[in-house]
């Protein structure tokens, strides 16, 4: 069974930083594409920033320049870091992973709450 785990969430005051970690444990081959995503009440799962196997990374427009998404193949997981913070980051973030056990498939973490005060 593969599993993401999240961590790294919290309140921090307008402007300053978070670092989200995502681990993948469990019967894994390979990993191939480790991202974020977010998700406000009442609103879809949004794209916050991705990381190809090739160390290609894309972000959303809304986060370019102030988050920045890594990655550590040895130990199965991805980072977020999140600076200049604002209000309206504040959402619940989950960690996404294209991983092939048994097969290839597309997991998600339970999602980390992060609040960002004004």
């Known amino acids: 069974q593969v599993q993401l785990l999240e961590s790294g969430g919290g309140l921090v005051q307008d402007g300053g930083s978070l670092r989200l970690s995502c681990v993948a444990s469990?019967?894994?081959?390979?990993?191939?594409?480790m991202g974020w995503y977010r998700q406000a009440p009442g609103k879809q799962r949004e794209l916050v920033a991705t990381?190809?196997?090739?160390?290609?990374?894309t972000y959303a427009d809304s986060v370019k320049g102030r988050f920045t998404i890594s990655r550590d193949n040895a130990k199965k997981t991805v980072y977020l870091q999140m600076n200049s913070l604002k209000f309206e980051d504040t959402v619940v973030y989950y960690c996404?992973?294209?991983?092939?056990?048994?097969?290839?498939?597309?997991?998600w973490g339970q999602g980390t709450q992060v609040t960002v005060s004004s």
């Open positions: 996404n992973a294209v991983i092939r056990s048994w097969r290839i498939d597309n997991y």
């Open positions: 469990g019967s894994i081959s390979s990993i191939n594409a």
């Open positions: 990381s190809a196997s090739d160390g290609a990374t």
